[in-house]
C-alpha cells in the first residue's frame, strides 16, 4: 500500500512538472497550430539562467535568506525567458505565419537547435550543481511514504500556477482576446484584437511558465545541464496530445495522468505482466496508453474542437 | 588574365615540389566520442588525452621509413549514438586517418568497429569496456582498459564477501555500456550464489529515478548496484536518499568520477562505492606528472579517461615504429608485439585484443573524495 501511494507521490511530482511545460505547448498550438518544439529548451534557459542568477545572488549578496535568493533567480529567469518567447515568437515564427505547415515546424527544431547549442557555448557541456535552496530532506507524512519540502513545492506552485492560467484566460480581457484570436485570427482581428500582441503574449506566459518549470525541475533533481530540456520537452508534448492539444484544461489533466501511468507502469509493469515485461518499457507503457486513447478520442481526452489545421 | 593563371600554376607545381622534398609527412590519427550531448566532458577528456600524445611524438620528432612524421588529431563527434557513431567512423576511414583512438563509449564502439575493420584501419579504445567489443574477434579492435567482465566481477566479490551484502539489487541505463556491466555484475553474483533481489532499467536520458526505486525499495536491499554513467548515476544516489532507502550504493568506472562527487552532494557517504577498470591516477606511474602536463596543456583536470587515451594514441605510434611505417596494413601486425610502459601502466595486448594487465581498483568515498580501497 505505502508502496502505491509512494509511487502516486512520485507520479503527481513529475506529473505536475510536465503539466506546467505541456501548458505551454497547448497554448501556443491553440492559438498558432504550431508546435513549438523549441519550448523544453527554454526551460532549459530558465534553469541555467536562474542558476547563474542565484550564483550571482550568492556572491553579492550572501546574507540574503535562502527563500528569497531562490526567488530572486526565479525572478531574473523568468524574466529572461520571457524576453526570449517573445524573441522567438518575433524573429522565428512571425514571419511565417502564413507560410505551409511545414516550415514554422522545421523553423521550430531549429530554434531548439540552436538554443541548446547557444547554451552548450555559454554554460559548457559540464552538468552544473544547481543549488537546492528548499530543502531536499525527506519528510515522512505516512509510516514508509516520503516526499522532500522542494516536491510539496512543485506541488502547491503547479496547482497554483495552472488555476492562475485558467483565471486569466477565461476571466480577463487578455484571456478572452486570446480566445478569440485561437478560434480565428482573421476574424479576431477585424473585431479589434491586435493579434500580434495577443500571439506574442501568448510566447511570453508560455515562457514564463517553462522557466519556472525548469527552475522546479532543476531544484528537484539538483542538477542543470544544457540538454536538460529535451526530455520534458518530449514528455510534455505528449501530455498534451493526450490531454487534447489546444486545451488547457487537457494539458493539465494530460501531465498529471502521464507522470502517474508512467510511475505506476514503472512499478507495477513486471507484476501486471507477469514478469514478461518489465522496466525498461517504461516508456513503451505511457505511449500505448497514448495510442489507445487516440484510438477511441483522436483528439484527446478533453480535445472538443476537431483539429481543423492538424 | 591567361598570364596570371599560368604563372599561379607555375607557382603552385614550385611550391608542391618543394614541400615534398622537405615538409614532414602529415599522418592523421582519428578521435571518436561524445563531444556535445550529456556525457560530452568525458569525450572532450578522451580528445585531450589523445591530443596529447601526438603533442609529445611531435614534439620527439619521429621519422617512418625515413621520412619526418607529423601527427595530427582529426576529431569527430560520435554523440555516444551507435548510428552516429558509424557515420563517424566512415567519414574518418574515408579521410584517410592511420588510426583511430576511440570510440569513448560501448554504445558507439562496437557497430564502429566493424566500419574500421572493413577499413583496415586499428582502433584502440580508451574506454570502452564492453566485452562484446572484443568477442567479436576483429583484427583492428583493441583496448587499453579492462573489461566489463573483470570490473563485474570485483564488485561482486566485494559486495558479497566484503560488504557482506545478501540482498542486491540492480539498475542498468539500458546502454552497451551499462547493460554489459550490470549483467557481468549479476553473472558473477549467482556464481558467489547470491541471486539478485531485483532488477530495474533505465535510460541515459533519464532524471527521474523515483519509480523504480520505490519498487526496489519493497525488495529491502541492503545494496543497490547502478551501471551506468555519473550524469544518472548521481541523482539515483540523490533519489535513493530522498525515497529513504538506506541500501549502500555500488556504481561501475561511469560513475567513479569527480562529477559523481560534484552532482550528488550532500548525498555522498562512505556508503558510497564504484569500481575503475584500471588503477588509480595518483598509482599510476605516470599520473602526477601526466595530470600537471594536462593541466598545463588544457587548463582544465582530467576527467577521467584521459590517461588511457593517451596511451591508447601511444601504442598506435610504438606499433608504428616497430613496423617502421604508418600504413595500417604494415602496423597492425606490430600492434601484437607493442610493449611498453604507459602513463596507466604496462601496455601490451592479448590475442583478441584486450589489455594483457587489465586491474581493477574498488573505491569507497571519504570525506570529499574516492579513496583507493587496498
Redesign the interface.
Known sequence: ME?LL??TV??L??GSVYALVALGYTMVYGILGLINFAHGDVLMIGALVALEAIRLIQLYAPDLGLIPTLLGGLGVSVIVCMALGYTIERTAYRRLRNAPRLAPLITAIGVSFLLQTLA?IIWG???H?FP?LVS?T?L?PVAGV?I?PVQIAILVVSATLMVALLLLVNKTRLGRAMRATAENHKVASLMGVDTNKIIAATFIIGSALAAVAGVM?SSN???A?Y??G??PGLKAFTAAVLGGIGNLGGAMLGGLLLGLV???????I?DMSFGFL???Y??IFAFVILGIVLIFRPTGLLGERVADRA | MKHSVMMLALAGVTMTGSTAALADMIVKIGFAGPLTGPIAHVGKDEQYGAQLALDDANAKGLSLGGQKVKFELMAEDDQADPRTATTVAQRLADAGVKGVVGHVTSGAAIPASRIYEQAGIPAITPSSTSPKLTQQKYKTTYRVIANDLQQGAAMARFATEVLKAKRIAVIDDRTAYGQGLADAVVDSLKRLGVTPVGREFTTDKSTDFAAILTKLKGAQPDAIFYGGMDAQGAPVLKQMKQLGIAAKYLGGDGACTAEMIKIAGAAMSPDVYCTQAGIPMDKMPGGKDFNERFKKRFGVPVQLYAPYSYDAASALIEAMKLANSAEPAKYLPQLQKVAFKGVTGNIAFDPSGDSREGGVTLYQFNSGKWEARP
Open positions: 508502496t509512494q509511487q512520485n507520479g511530482v513529475v552548450m557541456r559540464n552538468y550543481t537546492q531536499t525527506p515522512e516520503f522532500t525541475f533533481y539538483g542538477i545541464h540538454a536538460m529535451f526530455m508512467e510511475s505506476i507502469g514503472a512499478g507495477y513486471e518489465n522496466s525498461s517504461q516508456d
